[in-house]
């Protein structure tokens, strides 16, 4: 079945690295994403990663994929106060045209 | 406006009254979505459509819940007969279809209100 869980909440200091976990149980996943959420708007994909990767890097971005543990994660370096939002990962099975999103991080980046 | 649009942005309606919810996607993009979004919470997929394809109604909660969509424009949402927990934010997607990754842009969201 698909699944898809996050931490509620992260707390991280201007400057330093943010790291987002999130897990999720269906093996078949193609491609796995990133999305940003700010306050009153829309969601915003930030990256993807294609299941046969390991790892994605876009500039601030990192994004490290264990397919063996099923496990997703966003580091963002140099965290920003324009980082606070709220960040969901989500999945596509197959040749899909849904994604499974999760319940979604909170970043608050403290000055 | 280059993005997904949806309208109104806000709606308070009393319980047991209709709703309709509209969607307006990038033009050219072949795949629209409809998903729904409760307080603290991830988003729940509800219908998709794709070009001419009968539409994937799997995620629709109730018989209350449906939609539409004219060709690869405009798609409504419409919630007949609302309860409380149908209270969230609704969200609209829009995609190329054909894209591998399958990037789908989010409009701002609707935010329905039942009272």
């Known amino acids: 079945g698909e699944d898809v869980e996050q931490s509620l909440f992260l707390s991280v200091r201007e400057g330093d690295s943010s790291v987002i976990n999130c897990t999720y149980t269906?093996?078949?996943?193609?491609?796995l994403y990133w999305y940003k959420q700010e306050p009153g708007a829309g969601l915003q994909l930030l990256t993807y990663i294609f299941s046969n990767m390991d790892m994605k890097q876009d500039q601030r971005l990192t994004v490290l994929l264990n397919k063996k543990d099923k496990h997703l994660s966003l580091r963002i370096a140099d965290t920003q106060t324009g980082d606070s939002a709220i960040y969901f990962c989500a999945e596509m099975v197959g040749g899909g045209n849904k994604l499974t999103f999760g319940t979604g991080t909170q970043l608050k980046v403290e000055l | 406006g280059a993005g997904v649009s949806q309208s109104p942005s806000n709606k308070v309606t009393e319980k047991g009254k209709d709703v309709e919810l509209r969607c307006d996607p990038i033009?050219?993009?072949?795949?629209l979505y409809w998903y729904r979004q409760r307080l603290g919470q991830g988003l729940e997929f509800l219908i998709y459509?794709?070009?001419?394809?009968?539409?994937?109604k799997s995620g629709l909660p109730s018989d209350r819940f449906s939609a539409e969509r004219t060709g690869e424009s405009v798609s409504t949402l419409t919630i007949q007969r609302t309860q409380q927990e149908d209270s969230a934010v609704y969200l609209c997607a829009s995609s190329l279809g054909s894209a591998r990754n399958n990037e789908q842009f989010f409009g701002p969201g609707t935010r329905l209100t039942v009272l």
């Open positions: 269906d093996s078949s996943s193609t491609y």
């Open positions: 459509f794709q070009g001419n394809s009968a539409p994937d």
């Open positions: 033009s050219g993009h072949t795949a």
